[in-house]
């Protein structure tokens, strides 16, 4: 295969690849989770498969185990954070009046020096504002209750996702080994060591981020419940599942909290206890969690991270967010690998 028709076969490659992406993106999501569980528990499985156990029967084994310590947690926790999303439709119109009477000593502060107009245009998107929220999150809820696609689809995940799951593992030395064995002789080894700088940045992402946002969802949990804040269970787990979002996740936690604190406390001494409890939260995750868990070796930055979940989300929905962070170690380590080239080319050198 020449030069010419080698970069043709390629491009045409990703170009079909990319297409195939795209058509079936609505239904990749549990297949994707699937394989995403595969990746986490397949150092336990081969752990097992050193000391004896067939492989069928440590995928088994650690399936079995995730999935019972997830339905564990799930049983326990699920209930009260329901209960409490339920809790929080109904006081909706109630939150809405206590941050419009904040809002409003600080727009009659305003009045002697902000023309009358612009008074009525802030109080008119104030309204506007709240009313959107209260709607959206009656709409959010009613749609988790009454929404028999949505349950359907959850329901395909929960199904599929631990079958995929249970195959790929059982499967995954073979399938290791047929995409070797499919690689191109001449670049195999470049190619190796490119796929193992992925896979060292990828899990070491992956699995410490997981650990982190756990981590960080039972500490807000716990916290912000002795502080005796209202839906704390709902908001701790909230602001814990988005950590994985850098910065976004502890701006949403944050923002949730301080409207619940206008409702929960009636002197600012619970106002300024949230807010050292978040100032906590992020300085755990920034010096203690994010150091040992993930590590400065990883090299996703957190800038990198935003824009992948952002444009993986605007281009494939759901899917992309799933493909986003294993897309962007993948760019990571092929842009730091030419990088390299680069610099011993003559391009640079000369």
């Given at each position: 295969m020449n030069s010419i028709s080698s970069r043709t076969f390629w491009v045409s490659l990703a170009v079909a690849f990319g297409v195939t992406l795209y058509v079936t993106s609505s239904v990749l999501a549990p297949f994707l989770?699937?394989?995403a569980?595969?990746?986490m528990l397949d150092p336990l499985c081969e752990r097992l498969d050193?000391?004896?156990?067939?492989?069928?029967?440590?995928?088994g084994a650690v399936l079995f185990g995730f999935f019972s310590t997830l339905t564990a947690v799930s049983y326990f926790l699920i209930p009260f954070v329901w209960g409490q999303l339920v809790d929080l439709v109904k006081h909706l119109p109630e939150i809405r009046t206590a941050l419009m009477s904040y809002l409003q000593p600080a727009l009659d502060a305003g009045k002697p020096h902000i023309s009358p107009m612009v008074i009525e245009r802030v109080q008119e998107i104030a309204n506007i504002s709240t009313g959107t929220i209260v709607s959206g999150a009656n709409k959010i809820v009613k749609g988790a209750v009454t929404g028999g696609l949505a349950v359907m689809d959850v329901s395909v995940i929960f199904v599929l996702s631990p079958i995929v799951g249970f195959y790929l593992l059982k499967d995954w030395p073979e399938l290791?080994?047929?995409?070797?064995d499919s690689l191109p002789r001449a670049y195999e080894k470049k190619i190796l060591a490119l796929a193992r700088a992925i896979d060292q940045t990828l899990a070491a992402w992956l699995r410490g981020q997981m650990v982190l946002c756990l981590v960080l969802a039972c500490f807000y949990m716990v916290a912000?419940?002795?502080s005796g804040l209202k839906f704390s269970l709902l908001i701790g787990l909230l602001t814990g599942l988005c950590a994985f979002i850098p910065f976004v996740g502890f701006a949403i936690g944050l923002t949730a909290a301080l409207v619940a604190a206008a409702f929960s406390f009636d002197t600012w001494t619970g106002w300024a206890c949230v807010g050292f409890i978040f100032a906590i939260g992020q300085m755990l995750e920034s010096y203690v969690l994010t150091p040992r868990l993930i590590g400065q070796s990883v090299g996703l930055h957190e800038v990198w991270v935003?824009?992948?979940l952002m444009a993986g989300g605007a281009v494939l929905g759901f899917t992309g967010v799933l493909l986003a962070v294993p897309t962007a170690a993948i760019l990571r380590v092929l842009l730091k690998s030419a990088y390299g080239s680069y610099l011993e080319s003559d391009y640079y050198t000369k």
């Amino acid at each position: 295969m020449n030069s010419i028709s080698s970069r043709t076969f390629w491009v045409s490659l990703a170009v079909a690849f990319g297409v195939t992406l795209y058509v079936t993106s609505s239904v990749l999501a549990p297949f994707l989770i699937g394989v995403a569980i595969a990746y986490m528990l397949d150092p336990l499985c081969e752990r097992l498969d050193r000391i004896g156990v067939p492989r069928w029967a440590a995928a088994g084994a650690v399936l079995f185990g995730f999935f019972s310590t997830l339905t564990a947690v799930s049983y326990f926790l699920i209930p009260f954070v329901w209960g409490q999303l339920v809790d929080l439709v109904k006081h909706l119109p109630e939150i809405r009046t206590a941050l419009m009477s904040y809002l409003q000593p600080a727009l009659d502060a305003g009045k002697p020096h902000i023309s009358p107009m612009v008074i009525e245009r802030v109080q008119e998107i104030a309204n506007i504002s709240t009313g959107t929220i209260v709607s959206g999150a009656n709409k959010i809820v009613k749609g988790a209750v009454t929404g028999g696609l949505a349950v359907m689809d959850v329901s395909v995940i929960f199904v599929l996702s631990p079958i995929v799951g249970f195959y790929l593992l059982k499967d995954w030395p073979e399938l290791s080994s047929f995409i070797t064995d499919s690689l191109p002789r001449a670049y195999e080894k470049k190619i190796l060591a490119l796929a193992r700088a992925i896979d060292q940045t990828l899990a070491a992402w992956l699995r410490g981020q997981m650990v982190l946002c756990l981590v960080l969802a039972c500490f807000y949990m716990v916290a912000l419940t002795l502080s005796g804040l209202k839906f704390s269970l709902l908001i701790g787990l909230l602001t814990g599942l988005c950590a994985f979002i850098p910065f976004v996740g502890f701006a949403i936690g944050l923002t949730a909290a301080l409207v619940a604190a206008a409702f929960s406390f009636d002197t600012w001494t619970g106002w300024a206890c949230v807010g050292f409890i978040f100032a906590i939260g992020q300085m755990l995750e920034s010096y203690v969690l994010t150091p040992r868990l993930i590590g400065q070796s990883v090299g996703l930055h957190e800038v990198w991270v935003m824009f992948a979940l952002m444009a993986g989300g605007a281009v494939l929905g759901f899917t992309g967010v799933l493909l986003a962070v294993p897309t962007a170690a993948i760019l990571r380590v092929l842009l730091k690998s030419a990088y390299g080239s680069y610099l011993e080319s003559d391009y640079y050198t000369k």
